[in-house]
């Protein structure tokens, strides 16, 4: 009871992180616009990676597909902290790392929610 209440909680937050980062991708905030300048990918990176994470953040949200969005949360996750460690450096406009350390808690609670939703993996789980 209290895994499945934690699993839960982990679910939601990390669907919040995901979602709520959306408005700086979606309104071209400056510090979204610098990023995925600096990367090379402004603005289609931009709002790509902005619809990528609103599906995580859904599929996270749905029991049966919470193995998928966390699969897509760390590949999300994987490629913003590669661009943070190769090109954008770990602190961005004065953030104090913030946005990196989001970044690397939200892979962490991702990968956590994976390996406990692994048996919900269609070509996978049912061979567990």
């Known amino acids: 009871m209290i895994k499945k209440r934690l699993l839960l909680i982990l679910r939601f937050a990390v669907a919040i992180i995901?979602?709520?980062?959306?408005?700086?991708?979606?309104?071209?905030?400056?510090?979204?616009?610098?990023?995925?300048?600096?990367?090379?990918?402004?603005?289609?990176?931009?709002?790509?990676?902005?619809?990528?994470?609103?599906?995580?953040?859904?599929?996270?949200?749905?029991?049966?597909?919470?193995?998928a969005g966390a699969l897509l949360t760390i590949g999300l996750m994987t490629g913003a902290i590669l661009m943070h460690l190769t090109q954008i450096g770990i602190e961005v406009n004065n953030d104090k790392g913030v946005l990196f350390i989001t970044a690397v808690v939200t892979l962490v609670i991702a990968a956590v929610l994976l390996l406990n939703f692994k048996k919900e993996i269609p070509f996978i789980g049912s061979k567990l």
């Not at 610098?34 to 090379?40: P, S, V």
């Not at 790509?48 to 597909?65: C, S």
């Open 18 to 67: 995901l979602v709520q980062t959306l408005r700086f991708k979606f309104t071209a905030h400056p510090d979204s616009v610098y990023i995925f300048e600096t990367i090379g990918l402004e603005p289609y990176g931009r709002i790509g990676t902005g619809i990528l994470e609103l599906i995580a953040g859904i599929l996270l949200l749905i029991p049966k597909t919470v193995w």
